[in-house]
């Protein structure tokens, strides 16, 4: 059977992998959580500053301008919150992961890391934040659920609102409960399950998407959306088949 890697990074204290791991493996799945992905890369101390230092250079200081990785700054030099460059990030962890496992690629499962970092990407002028990026390995951000999918229209009109008055963002923030994803929120477990079938898809088929607004592989651009369909982990029958079918190979 096809072997599916997961491992986690800095995840919120609501994520349940093994809830996660239940709900892959009820898909016929062969499925392996490794724990943090750090830890399984057992990086000696030089291997970790070197690492460090390398994370240090793909935050995202400037929300409208990509990363350059060989660009070095000030440590005082203030940040856009813990916002990653995405591709970076991947390529960063692929070189460490290939150094310390040059195996894993030559046994070709798939890897993918569920991570607590808020991972964007560059494109049209901006950063934006990210659910999934898709490759060696995968990473699913549980902070991107947050801060990628758009929040309901009134939201952003009542904040712009709040912001002018100088009142406090944690009222409207409670107003709204229960219709975005919290940080903290437990219904991230599920909707993880959900998020991690899009890049092994797209792995096997390239298909990125499903076009069913009800299958947990459409593409949500809404909280609402996201808590209605990824969090049902709903496949519709032809996304059910492929992935039962990626789950039968060798
Ligand atoms: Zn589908």
Known sequence: MFPLFLYSDNPPPTLVMEEVVGFLADLGLL?????????????????????????????????????????????????????YDGFWIQRIFSRFFLRKHPGELVENGFHAVITGRLLGTYGSRRYHARVIISGFPSFISTAGLVEGPARPREYYFLKAEFVRSGKDLSELDEGFRG?????EDERITKITGSYVLQPLLHHFSGKEFCEDSKCALFNSHWQKEVLDIQYSGFLCPECEREIRKIAKRR
């Open 31 to 83: 499925v392996e959580f490794r724990g943090d992905f750090l830890n399984y890369l057992s990086l000696a101390a030089g291997e970790m500053a070197e690492l460090e230092s390398s994370l240090s250079r793909v935050r995202v200081f400037n929300i409208e301008t990509p990363v350059d990785f060989f660009e070095t700054h000030p440590p005082s030099e203030p940040f856009e919150k813990e916002l």
């Open 179 to 183: 219709k975005f994803v919290d940080y």
